[in-house]
């Protein structure tokens, strides 16, 4: 039973000190650093304001194409509501509206994603990598060549990431590795070609009826949020379209 209890322990340490670390070296660098020393007291000022801490704390991200805007969601660990945190515009686009189907396309991915990825040294400020191209992606993509490298990132330039400026990077990158580091390992991240009310969305297909059988699979995931304000369990089916897992 000792043993039992001492590995029980030892573990939860580990965890511990590997949250620790990585948020450690995350600060550690220059611009984390100057980000934490403008942002840090806005960001907790911002939290407080819907109930949440930066020390307590889960992300949940949601861009719209069409409006060129990502909106930032948060919750307690022990929450089951996300609450609006705040939004940033996309300072730059490209593409059109409809998925990135190849390398080299310029289009701004649709879907439903994750942040796996950290770059404190990024061409832009700092960026947060998306796990693009998804199994959906795959299952579309022209001559198995989808692209790659996929960011939310500081600065107002893209041929298909997704550039919300420098001053609200840093305070969306400091989010996300406090996030991160209290064990949100993946934080999700969807993208809709606009906010799919049904006149919006009729309109988009009547333009671009191509992507209406797509664009049908991510319509039931953006209803359950606005709803429920909760996230679905949503699974790719073997077809590469998205359903929300009953």
Request: net charge positive.
């Amino acid at each position: 039973m000792k043993s039992i209890v001492f590995f029980f322990y030892l573990t939860l340490l580990v965890h511990i000190l590997g949250a620790q670390t990585f948020l450690e070296k995350q600060k550690s660098n220059q611009r984390v650093a100057a980000a934490y020393k403008e942002k840090q007291t806005i960001l907790e000022t911002l939290l407080l304001a819907s109930n949440l801490s930066i020390n307590d704390l889960q992300l949940f991200i949601r861009i719209f194409k069409q409006e060129k805007l990502l909106e930032v969601w948060g919750k307690k660990k022990n929450d089951t509501l996300f609450k609006h945190i705040t939004s940033y515009p996309l300072c730059a686009t490209s593409g059109k509206p409809g998925p990135k189907r190849m390398q080299g396309d310029e289009q701004m991915p649709e879907g439903v994603y994750q942040i796996i990825h950290f770059n404190p040294n990024s061409s832009f400020l700092l960026s947060l990598k998306l796990n693009y191209p998804n199994a959906s992606d795959v299952k579309f993509c022209y001559q198995n060549k989808c692209g790659n490298d996929i960011f939310i990132h500081g600065n107002c330039v893209t041929v298909g990431c997704f550039p919300i400026g420098d001053e609200a990077i840093k305070e969306l990158y400091i989010l996300a590795i406090e996030a991160a580091s209290q064990g949100q390992s993946r934080i999700p991240v969807h993208i809709f070609p606009c906010k799919m009310n049904e006149q919006n969305i009729n309109d988009l297909q009547t333009i671009y009826p191509q992507h209406q059988q797509f664009w049908n699979s991510l319509k039931p995931i953006f209803d359950y949020f606005e709803t429920h304000r909760k996230l679905p369990l949503v699974r790719i089916k073997a077809d590469g379209y998205y359903e929300i897992a009953r």
